[in-house]
C-alpha cells in the first residue's frame, strides 16, 4: 500500500529495508520487556495516582516499564529521541522519534481487566512509520512495517473482509476530558451501537487498533488521542491490509487527535455515518 501513511513515510525517510527491519527488531524486544514488566506485576500494584482527570492514572508499573523501555532504547538507538508518556520528550529531536506508552490501559490494569498493552512506534518527521504492541496477558505481540507485513506472534495477520457497517464489530474509546466537551464520541456511539452488530469499548487504544490489524475488529475511531497511543498501532493496521485517517477529514495527522483505522471496505460508509451525527446535549449526560 504505497499510499498509506507509514509507507509514504518510509520513502520520504531515506532509510532502506535492512534499516526498517533492524528498528523493527527493536521495536519488538522494547514492547516484551515493557510487556513482561506488566505481567511481573499484574495484581501487585505498590502505588496508583491520578494526573488529575478522572480515569487518568499512573501506577508505579507504567514507570517501571517506561525506564526500561527507554534505558534499552538509548542503549540500541542512542541516536534516535524518545517521546514517552510519562516522562516527555528527551533533551535532543531527531527526525526520527521513538513514542512509548509503558502501559496502555493504566485503569483497565489497575482494575485488573486484561485489556492493556505495552505500544512502542516509531515516528520519522512526525508521521508513523513502524510499531510493535504487546498484549502479555494473551500472549501476542503485534508488529508491522511498509514491505514487511503485519504479525501477531510468527503469524502474518491481515484485517477483515466485511464489506458493511450491519454486518461490522466495531470498537472505539471515550477520552478523559468526555466530561467537559460535546465532542466526546457518545452520540456516535449510541447510533452505531444501533447500525452494526456492535460497539466496544476496551479501553486501550493500542489494543484496539491490534485487533482491528488481525481482523477481530473491523473498525476503529476515536478522539483525544496522543502520539504515543497512536504511533505504533497505525504501522501494523496499514501493513495488514487496512487504511487509517482523520475520521472526520480526509488526512490523518497527529495533532488533532482523532482516529478512524478500518480495513478499507467500510472506511467511506463509517465515515459518511460519523460526519452525519450530532453530540448529545450535555444536560442529558451531566447533572453539572
Not at 475520521?247 to 478499507?264: C, P, Q
Request: glycine letters at 8%; one cysteine or more; a negative charge.
Amino acid at each position: 500500500m504505497e499510499n498509506s501513511i507509514s509507507s509514504k513515510t518510509f520513502i520520504e525517510s531515506g532509510l532502506c529495508k535492512p534499516d526498517l527491519e533492524k528498528l523493527l527488531q527493536v521495536s519488538k524486544k522494547a514492547a516484551l520487556i515493557g510487556g513482561n514488566i506488566l505481567m511481573e506485576n499484574y495484581g501487585k500494584l505498590k502505588s496508583i495516582n491520578s494526573k488529575g482527570r478522572i480515569g487518568d492514572l499512573v501506577t508505579n508499573v507504567d514507570l517501571a516499564s517506561e525506564k526500561a523501555i527507554i534505558e534499552y532504547l538509548q542503549h540500541q538507538t542512542k541516536d534516535i529521541s524518545i517521546l514517552a508518556e510519562e516522562s516527555g520528550l528527551n533533551s535532543f529531536e531527531t527526525d526520527l522519534c521513538w513514542c512509548i506508552d509503558p502501559l496502555d490501559g493504566t485503569t483497565n490494569y489497575a482494575h485488573g481487566f486484561p485489556f492493556f498493552a505495552t505500544s512502542i512506534g516509531l515516528t520519522w518527521k512526525d508521521k508513523p512509520l513502524l510499531g510493535a504492541i504487546s498484549v502479555p496477558f494473551f500472549g501476542e505481540l503485534f508488529w508491522g512495517a511498509p514491505r514487511i507485513g503485519a504479525f501477531c506472534n510468527d503469524d502474518k495477520i491481515s484485517v477483515s473482509n466485511t464489506t458493511s457497517l450491519i454486518n461490522s464489530l466495531l470498537v472505539t474509546g471515550f477520552a478523559y476530558d468526555r466530561q467537559n466537551v460535546l465532542d466526546n464520541n457518545y452520540a456516535e456511539f449510541c447510533r452505531l451501537t444501533h447500525i452494526t452488530r456492535g460497539v466496544r469499548r476496551a479501553g486501550a487504544a493500542a489494543v484496539d487498533l491490534a485487533f482491528v490489524a488481525t481482523g477481530r475488529l473491523d473498525g476503529y475511531w476515536e478522539r483525544g488521542l496522543a502520539k504515543w497511543d497512536l504511533a505504533a498501532g497505525i504501522p501494523i493496521v496499514e501493513a495488514a491490509g487496512g487504511v487509517v485517517n482523520d475520521y472526520k477529514e480526509d488526512d490523518f495527522n497527529f495533532s488533532n487527535g482523532r482516529v478512524l483505522a478500518t480495513n478499507s471496505f467500510i472506511q467511506k460508509e463509517l465515515k459518511e455515518v460519523l460526519s452525519k451525527i450530532k453530540p448529545l446535549p450535555k444536560d442529558s449526560y451531566n447533572d453539572n
